[in-house]
């Protein structure tokens, strides 16, 4: 079976100027194989004409497209993928982090085939109400059109991935807990990763992925550890608990629209060190002969 691989990674501070710490990344991914990469925190990528962003991509044999102000990236294989729109022009100015978001083709699909989205997120990590509001922006990718060969309207099937800096909604059996928000020791970052609930008490925030489902998202992780043959492990931590920060969570996700569900053949999260990384990699494995029939059916819904 031929396969896809998609990635997810907020390399902290894109390494924090530490090349070596780059190396190491660059060599954790490759061990991965990946097809797209959503990266986040880019800091410093776009310095110097893009040395150290053109650098990564070299790295991994991959093309890029970095977002406005270094803040999140994706990387993709030209060999099975080919870049058809950047949607830097349709950003707005509602993030404070702006994503990256482009159209890409599959060529293995056929040329009748429909195109698809790709979005590397990362919303605010200090407000619950900015990051409602990029949530429901970023939705925004699921709902766009393209003109087909024959001339058709259609609504482009998305994969999106980012750190929510938020919870997913509880409910998924074996998901990790939500955290007991007196239990986290910084006050600033329990204010952040929360909101105002009924009766004025606090709570961890789950809007944002609420927003992302509402919309037709699926959370792959979710949908993997509840599939049939699928994996509970699924569910793992993106992000490992701190005295301050508290309990592990699963802060960094990957979504698509559900019809390309069925493509998907497995979900795990791939630990690097702290050194590294304060995140996780969460990777989606993809049926690319499924994925390439889905998107060649799409074009007749």
Aim: hydrophobic share 35%; proline share 8%.
């Amino acid at each position: 079976m031929a396969q896809l691989r998609f990635v997810c990674w907020n390399l902290e501070r894109n390494g924090a100027g530490d090349p070596e710490i780059r190396r190491t990344a660059a060599e954790t991914l490759r061990r991965l194989q990946p097809d797209i990469v959503f990266r986040q925190e880019m800091f410093r990528a776009d310095e110097r004409g893009h040395t150290i962003f053109n650098e990564q991509c070299r790295e991994l044999d991959m093309q890029g497209v970095l977002g406005p102000g270094a803040c999140t990236a994706i990387l993709f294989n030209p060999r099975r993928f080919h870049l058809l729109r950047d949607w830097s022009g349709d950003r707005g100015p509602h993030f404070v982090l702006p994503p990256t978001a482009i159209t890409l083709s599959f060529p293995e699909a056929g040329p009748d085939a429909s195109r698809f989205n790709a979005v590397s997120f990362h919303f605010a990590y200090a407000s619950a109400e900015q990051r409602q509001l990029e949530a429901e922006w970023t939705t925004t990718w699921a709902d766009k059109g393209w003109e087909a060969p024959d001339g058709s309207r259609l609504v482009l099937p998305a994969i999106f991935g980012g750190d929510g800096n938020s919870y997913p909604e509880p409910g998924t059996a074996g998901d990790l807990p939500l955290p007991d928000l007196t239990a986290i020791q910084d006050r600033p970052h329990r204010l952040h990763r929360s909101r105002r609930g009924s009766g004025g008490v606090r709570v961890p925030d789950t809007e944002p992925d609420h927003t992302l489902r509402t919309a037709g998202l699926e959370d792959v992780a979710r949908h993997w550890a509840t599939a049939e043959g699928g994996n509970p492990a699924a569910l793992a931590r993106t992000v490992n608990s701190s005295a301050t920060h508290g309990p592990d969570s699963r802060i960094d996700r990957v979504y698509v629209t559900t019809g390309l569900l069925p493509a998907v053949t497995g979900f795990e999260v791939h630990e690097v060190p702290l050194r590294v990384s304060d995140h996780h990699i969460p990777v989606v494995t993809v049926d690319s002969s499924v994925f390439a029939d889905l998107l060649t059916s799409y074009t007749r819904t």
